[in-house]
């Protein structure tokens, strides 16, 4: 998401620029561009070979999509999340938990092919950035309610 938002504000973009804004590691960039050419979202560049001109630039369809992902890439630097904020599985478990509450398992069988650390993981990564609330519910077994913060709220309007 931040690949795409990134290369849409700046009308594509050289790798070594990417890795200096996107703060990612080179290989991490390497493989989200593969994935990203793969999905036909990014191109490289036909003209490439001056200097200034951008090796990679967006699709059609990549800037349909970009679109969106510049929309909460905004949302995101409004909150003061910086790009790598959100794991894999944040914004789809923001879109899963919604305007109201949601448990783990609800979550689990929402997003399926996610795994429960990467759910674990992501929740956590969520909840540090104040996107989302924990609420334990006494009984048996005890239970784990998660609602969105006014940030995470702001984040889903944004999608």
């Known amino acids: 998401m931040a690949l795409l938002a990134d290369l849409a504000a700046h009308r594509g973009a050289r790798f070594v620029e990417m890795v200096n804004r996107l703060a990612l590691p080179r290989d991490s960039l390497v493989r989200t561009l593969e994935a990203a050419v793969t999905a036909g979202w990014v191109m ?14 967006l ?3 990549g800037q349909r999509m970009a679109a969106g992902a510049l929309s ?27 305007p109201g509450e949601a448990r783990f398992n609800d979550l689990a069988r929402a997003l399926a092919p996610a795994t429960p650390r990467a759910l674990s993981q992501g929740l956590q990564a969520l909840a540090v950035n104040e996107l989302v609330g924990r ?3 006494d009984g048996w077994p005890p239970a784990s309610l998660y609602r969105l913060t ?8 944004a999608a």
């Open 150 to 157: 006014a940030g995470g709220l702001q984040l889903a309007k």
């Open 135 to 137: 609420a334990v519910v």
């Open 59 to 61: 699709t059609p369809l």
């Open 72 to 98: 909460i890439a905004t949302a995101q630097i409004g909150l003061g999340l910086g790009p790598g904020a959100l794991t894999r599985w944040g914004m789809p478990l923001i879109r899963a938990i919604g």
């Open 44 to 57: 490289r560049n036909p003209g490439h070979g001056h200097p200034l001109r951008p090796e990679y630039l």
